[in-house]
């Protein structure tokens, strides 16, 4: 999702950007960054060419207009608004030749800020296909459950739902979030698809991916660290561009590695689900991951808790880990390790092996929740992008019957 992102050192005037900025009617998601301009901009993995910046700072360096320079080389207008109290006549002649968009003042005019930010809106080109909604899980530990919890997750949504699922394994050393739903052989990896990243189109990625249930698509992890290596954020979200419109769900298992390629993920997902257990260990461990997604400018609505292995007999209480992590809890996953350890050793999703299982119900709630039922089903949007219908009994999945 294209994001407007409003940077700024002083968290009290970056959240009256945001205020001014949630005014004007820009389908941009807007996201808060306090840190100086400069720091911002050498962030890997934080913007994105689709992005549009506000800065604002006392005084803007000869650093930070390099900065932009390097990260928007193409001639043209630069995505970005400076703000500055008192902006110098060197500063909008540099800001000029290097094709920014405007200069304003501190403290902003609201209506000329907000027709800024419109103008910006008008020049977006206009998106008619709707976007994938695109979900994270994150472990702030090892061992927490993050690939079952996210595997099982992703085939409810597409048993339940009828969505179309695209499940992506993001971590790399090990590559099992494929075996969870399915005993079928991957095709190829994430580090396959991303060494073809340059031919890259749906067609190559459907032969890529593996089908494993009729509305469910998994692109499988490396499970190779060498070649995870070679695992790029622009690969990422070139896989993105084509995935979002193709499907209805994008579910990653992010793991606990980050870096500019799960930062990138991380950007643009619509909600980020950080799977911890009742127990010390994973306070300490959550409560720092939780600080990093808040340095990365992630809002606390953004940002949930799912307790895998819940036990109300835990000394570590649903409440502390709320209070110490400053996240809701938003579901949590009952210990039921016989039915857990059956599936993963018949690489079935719980759901079809024990659809009365504790886990079971508990992971219909999670998809009752995230996704109400509505009325009757639509037509795939991948089908509507080909031209043709899906069977409702056995749906296409990226041009093949899965």
């Not at 999702?1 to 968290?11: N, T």
């Not at 820009?26 to 901009?41: D, H, S, Y």
């Not at 502390?320 to 809890?329: F, K, P, V």
Request: aromatic share 4%.
């Amino acid at each position: 999702m294209a994001k407007l992102i409003l940077v700024s050192a002083d968290d009290t005037r970056a959240r009256q950007m945001l205020a001014l900025a949630q005014q004007a009617d820009i389908q941009r998601q807007p996201q808060l960054v306090c840190v100086e301009p400069a720091k911002a901009l050498a962030m890997p993995g934080l913007i994105h060419a689709s992005d549009f910046l506000v800065l604002q700072a006392d005084e803007f360096d000869t650093e930070v207009l390099e900065r932009l320079r390097q990260r928007f080389p193409e001639p043209g207008d630069v995505p970005c608004i400076l703000v500055t109290p008192a902006p110098s006549a060197d500063l909008l002649m540099r800001a000029m030749r290097l094709g920014v968009r405007s200069v304003l003042r501190w403290p902003l005019d609201p209506r000329e800020f907000t027709a800024e930010l419109a103008r910006v809106a008008g020049r977006a080109p206009a998106t008619t296909q709707a976007e994938a909604r695109t979900i994270a899980f994150s472990s702030c530990k090892g061992g927490a459950g993050t690939t079952f919890v996210a595997a099982n997750f992703a085939y409810a949504i597409a048993a339940q739902r009828g969505q179309r699922v695209l499940l992506v394994d993001l971590v790399q050393q090990f590559g099992d979030a494929a075996f969870v739903v399915t005993d079928k052989t991957p095709p190829a990896t994430l580090a396959d698809i991303c060494q073809q990243a340059g031919r890259l189109d749906l067609a190559l990625l459907d032969a890529c991916i593996t089908h494993a249930h009729p509305n469910l698509d998994v692109i499988a992890g490396a499970g190779d660290p060498v070649k995870a290596g070679d695992l790029k954020a622009a690969h990422l979200e070139l896989i993105l561009d084509l995935a979002r419109p193709a499907y209805d769900v994008v579910v990653f298992d992010v793991g606990q590695e980050i870096n500019p390629s799960s930062i990138m993920v991380l950007d643009h997902s619509d909600t980020i689900h950080c799977v911890a257990q009742l127990s010390l260990p994973y306070l300490r461990a959550g409560r720092h991951l939780m600080e990093i997604f808040r340095s990365l400018g992630y809002p606390a609505e953004r940002t949930q808790i799912v307790v895998n292995q819940f036990d109300r007999h835990a000394p570590i209480t649903a409440r502390q880990l709320e209070d110490t992590l400053g996240a809701r809890l938003a579901h949590t996953l009952p210990a039921d390790p016989k039915t857990a350890r059956e599936a993963a050793n018949q690489g079935v999703p719980v759901l079809q092996l024990a659809p009365h299982s504790a886990i079971s119900r508990a992971l219909t709630q999670m998809v009752d929740e995230m996704f109400p039922q509505t009325g009757a089903r639509e037509e795939g949007l991948f089908s509507r992008l080909l031209g043709h219908r899906s069977a409702p009994a056995r749906p296409l999945a990226l041009g093949k019957q899965a």
